[in-house]
């Protein structure tokens, strides 16, 4: 459904973004995750036909973002991530207006279906000047949905909202997926683990990673950890687990316990278990601690910083 | 084509609920009518009204010259400022589209403005007799919205470089005096005090529209005036792409 192929951008000398290679499929929530100005809404304002790449192709429904602009603009839904709106006109003046640049069918309908969609029945006839900001986060969506594109491109849809509105924003997102394409940008690392299918991660305008949530936080977890607590641990038992077959670090804890990371794939939790009370010591915790996906995006754009820093 | 009023309808709506336009209305017809009054008042008084239709015209096109960037300030520095226009050029608008509808928006408004001050010369034709000159009238209105047509063009185009409505106003107003003075310096003869004089925006209306003359020469200053400052706009709006 969105196909990139080495999408550069350059803002003057500088380049926004550097050979941009990607795919989202149909059906799919593709998270796009990078810290700000990352090049992720250079991105979206490529694959939107907003402004044409300094170099490379994307194609959005089949249609080529430079060449047939008017083709993906017709096809692709978009919520920049300042929300677009004009606080004189009420909900469905706004909606209306853009149904018709749009060329909306049976456009009274299609505004009742999505006023629904989005939750904002009760609120149709008010002004979007009086609206919170989580409403209006609601009527820009709204605005989105409403020519039912094909391709919905979403620029941090979550931002500046409150915690129950982040949730509430994110469940509509989820619940719109069935036969649509989703492309979603985000600075927030739980909320691409929560609904994205797939994560590209994005640092000083290049991919450093791309696979799902789950599959980048196994493969780029490297060691994995143990966090152990014990009554009145000493040195000794200290050298006893680095002794463990498996274990490649002890280091002391931030709060008195004992963190042990081993090699990749083994389970030493039960040799670990066995060499504390071995040792006359008194187990009293023992939890495995897997690698969140925040800690590999650290890494990964610390990496990159490091990398472009000496180029 | 069909955008173009789709954007020109909205516009037209906007200037129609914002306080601004009604602040602008008041203001001008404040003028004019006590400018009309006091005429009318000192020719009651002689006996003799005078039975000029362009009464109201004179004072009206200095007025609205200095309030016409208020008019165009937020045009496209609103858009930009606010990210709107992200949405209209993300939505099957081509830029040109964009620009022709919202000047079209704002020369509806100024149309509707202007249209209200004809009460007066028709107030005039009724005390006068045997009436006022229709057809000097009817020249010096169209000369008016042809003139009023161009400066909104300079408006858009200088509002599509800003993001501030303010900044917008201040530079479209400069522009606008620079074109009013230019002919001011054309006092001898000479190719640039031709062009000087070709270029004063003002000349054209009162050399001929406002003497009742419909010349061709004057009508296709302002029409290209209007249609290559629309181009130009066009041309900002779109150097987003490669800027």
């Known amino acids: 459904m969105i196909q990139a192929q080495s999408l550069t951008k350059f803002y003057g000398e500088h380049p926004a973004i550097r050979d941009l290679t990607f795919e989202a499929r149909k059906g799919e929530i593709l998270g796009f995750l990078g810290p700000n100005g990352a090049g992720k809404t250079t991105t979206m304002r490529i694959l939107t036909g907003y402004m044409p790449p300094s170099r490379g192709r994307a194609q959005v429904a089949g249609f080529d973002v430079v060449e047939d602009s008017m083709e993906v603009r017709r096809r692709v839904g978009y919520l920049p991530e300042t929300v677009p709106l004009y606080p004189e006109l009420s909900v469905v003046e706004y ?16 505004i009742d279906a999505v006023l629904e969609e989005v939750h904002l029945v009760e609120r149709a006839d008010s002004y979007i000047g009086n609206l919170s900001k989580g409403l209006r986060q609601r009527v820009g969506l709204a605005q989105a949905l409403l020519h039912q594109p094909e391709v919905l491109i979403l620029d941090e849809p979550t931002i500046g909202l409150d915690p129950a509105q982040i949730i509430e924003v994110r469940k509509l997102i989820q619940g719109l997926r069935s036969d649509r394409t989703v492309l979603l940008s985000t600075h927030i690392l739980s909320e691409a683990q929560q609904i994205c299918d797939r994560v590209v991660i994005i640092n000083k305008g290049a991919i450093v990673a791309e696979d799902t949530p789950a599959h980048l936080q196994s493969q780029l977890a490297g060691a994995e950890r143990l966090v152990v607590r014990v009554a009145d641990g000493d040195a000794e038992l200290r050298r006893r687990l680095q002794a463990v077959q498996g274990v490649v670090g002890v280091q002391d804890g931030p709060s008195g316990e004992i963190e042990i990371s081993s090699s990749p794939g083994r389970d030493v939790r039960a040799l670990v278990a066995r060499t504390v009370v071995e040792a006359g010591h008194d187990l009293l915790e023992l939890r495995a601690v897997g690698v969140s996906l925040e800690e590999i995006f650290l890494q990964l754009t610390a990496d990159e910083t490091a990398g472009s820093d000496g180029g | 084509m069909r955008n173009v009023g789709i954007i020109a309808g909205r516009e037209l709506r906007h200037y129609f609920i914002s306080p601004m336009a009604y602040v602008l209305a008041i203001l001008l017809y404040l003028i004019l009518g006590g400018l009309f009054a006091i005429n009318v008042y000192f020719g009651l008084q002689t006996g003799q009204v005078n039975p000029d239709g362009r009464l109201v015209i004179g004072p009206m096109v200095t007025i609205l010259i200095f309030t016409t960037p208020i008019v165009t300030m937020r045009l496209l520095a609103e858009e930009q400022s606010t990210g709107t226009i992200e949405l209209l050029l993300t939505a099957p608008v081509r830029d040109w589209e964009l620009v022709v509808g919202k ?22 034709h009724r005390m006068t007799n045997p009436g006022i000159d229709q057809g000097v009238l009817v020249s010096a209105y169209l000369g008016l919205v042809l003139m009023v047509a161009a400066i909104l063009a300079i408006g858009t185009l200088v509002s599509a470089f800003f993001r501030s409505t303010l900044a917008a106003a201040g530079a479209t107003l400069a522009v606008i005096l620079l074109l009013w003075i230019i002919g001011g310096f054309a006092s001898g003869a000479g190719g640039a005090n031709e062009l000087a004089r070709y270029l004063s925006f003002v000349s054209h209306f009162y050399d001929n529209f406002y003497r009742g003359v419909v010349d061709l020469q004057d009508v296709v200053y302002y029409v290209s005036l209007t249609v290559l400052t629309l181009f130009l706009a066009s041309q900002v709006v779109e150097s987003r792409r490669w800027r």
């Open chain 2, 103 to 124: 000047w079209l928006g704002a020369l509806g408004f100024m149309v509707a403005l202007m249209a209200v001050t004809w009460v007066y010369p028709l107030i005039l």
């Open chain 1, 95 to 110: 909606l209306s207006f853009i149904g018709s640049l749009r060329r909306v069918a049976s456009l009274d309908d299609r």
